[in-house]
């Protein structure tokens, strides 16, 4: 394409692409078409290059969001033009189609121009232009969100403009509910170019901790990194820790080191052509998880296909530190029935949250199909069931929502037949005991009662 190639993400990365060549009584694992739900929301966020790698490569049943790295502004507010927006269709189109989310990834480190950034950020008039852009560009591609990569602003007048420019990209995206993240350097000088204010206007930043500490993203170094964002207010659960999927000093990516020996997935460091070359294993990918399960809000990397298959995988060593480490087998799916016979039912098929559950004649539509999720979830039409607003009293209505990893959508198939949900210590209930069509479900006392009995698919 006509403008620079977008670059590895950091200072140190510059000029060196050329290198790159559940425990739940439901416990049956989700197909490749469900959502992926992590415990307590966690996130796992991967981004994937415009320029190097394969959509049908992507372990999209272990990831949450996919960001598409990258797109660049002008000093004017546009954007330019995409790189191989074939590719961004296909993922966008392969995501959805396991429910994973993918926004563009906006700037990176470009050889170090962050010109353009400066120059619109500057005036209210180009921050319009570039929101509208943005905007524009998020529906022209059917994306979920934008991952801001300006690197860097500098602390003071350049930190009160992307304050400006991220209170307005919030405006415009999260009330349409589009996510808003930023990618932000771990540590030093640039860290004060995020004012306190971003964290309120983004839903979480994507902290790069990597291309710094000795060795090379070291446990304790990264750690600090996350716990300096922390210190400064950013809430636990928008602070997600980044890792690196390659070397420093040379840049070899870990697909390439494990090439090399097998046993370098389970080291930290080793020696290429005569130098040490420094990355995180499987061991030390697996330790940064479980800091932040108990921490912060997820785990990032850079980059997706820098990653091996199999049992080196490191986005398999984030999934099963975070899942337990079971595999995933095939979900049942079909028709969970009750009382008299009726079927469990989305009214009208309709995807909106807060779509109401009731019971229904069975019709075999895919509004009567339910896959039972390895995580406690029951899902249709690519959304959960869902005790409302995460009540817990007698009589709280059953919805369809967005499948999101809290307690109010954990169901537990019990010897009698019910379906308790944990949190509540209630059961899934057809209200008023009746059997006609269109009764909502709720939730309720267990009595094992005929309202409370259900057949899951077999």
């Not at 006509?2 to 559940?22: E, F, I, K, N, Y």
């Not at 996350?226 to 420093?248: C, D, H, M, Q, T």
């Amino acid at each position: 394409m006509s403008s620079p190639r977008p670059r590895p993400r950091s200072a140190l990365a510059a000029g060196l692409l050329a290198l790159v060549t559940a425990g739940a009584t439901l416990a049956v694992t989700p197909t490749a078409a469900q959502a992926v739900v992590l415990p307590d929301n966690f996130k796992s966020v991967g981004y994937l290059p415009s320029w190097t790698g394969n959509v049908n490569s992507v372990q999209y049943n272990k990831l949450t969001h996919i960001n598409y790295a990258f797109v660049l502004p002008n000093s004017n507010g546009t954007l330019r033009a995409v790189e191989n927006p074939s590719k961004l269709t296909s993922l966008v189109s392969l995501a959805r189609a396991n429910n994973v989310k993918v926004s563009i990834a906006i700037g990176g480190w470009n050889d170090g121009d962050d010109s353009a950034f400066e120059a619109l950020a500057a005036n209210a008039g180009t921050r319009t232009t570039f929101v509208n852009s943005v905007v524009s560009f998020v529906n022209q591609y059917g994306l979920d969100g934008v991952d801001m990569d300006w690197e860097y602003p500098d602390p003071g007048t350049s930190a009160n403009n992307f304050s400006l420019l991220m209170q307005q990209l919030s405006n415009a995206l999260r009330p349409q509910g589009k996510l808003l993240t930023a990618a932000v350097v771990a540590e030093g000088y640039y860290r004060d170019g995020v004012p306190t204010s971003v964290f309120n206007h983004v839903d979480f930043l994507n902290i790069m901790a990597y291309d710094g500490g000795s060795p090379h993203a070291n446990y304790d170094w990264s750690i600090n990194a996350v716990n300096g964002w922390k210190a400064r207010g950013l809430p636990a659960s928008k602070a997600i820790l980044g890792v690196p999927f390659y070397s420093r000093p040379g840049y070899y990516t870990y697909t390439q080191l494990v090439g090399m020996d097998p046993a370098n997935a389970n080291r930290d460091c080793t020696t290429v052509g005569g130098a040490q070359q420094c990355y995180n294993g499987v061991p030390t990918v697996k330790r940064k998880t479980q800091w932040a399960m108990a921490n912060a809000g997820g785990m990032m990397n850079w980059e997706l296909t820098q990653d091996t298959g199999g049992s080196t995988s490191l986005v398999s060593a984030i999934y099963d530190t975070v899942t337990g480490g079971s595999p995933p087998p095939t979900g049942r799916t079909g028709p969970i029935t009750g009382i008299a016979g009726k079927c469990v039912d989305v009214a009208a098929a309709s995807t909106a949250n807060g779509t109401a559950v009731q019971l229904y004649t069975c019709n075999g539509t895919n509004a009567q199909r339910w896959t039972v999720g390895t995580d406690g979830t029951l899902r249709a039409l690519g959304k959960c069931l869902d005790v409302t607003s995460a009540g817990t009293a007698n009589g709280t209505p059953i919805q369809l929502w967005d499948c999101n990893g809290t307690g109010a959508q954990v169901w537990q198939a019990q010897s009698n037949g019910t379906l308790r949900n944990p949190v509540s210590n209630r059961c899934l209930d057809a209200t008023g005991n009746s059997s006609a069509d269109g009764t909502r479900l709720q939730i309720w006392d267990c009595f094992a009662g005929a309202n409370q009995v259900w057949r899951l698919p077999a």
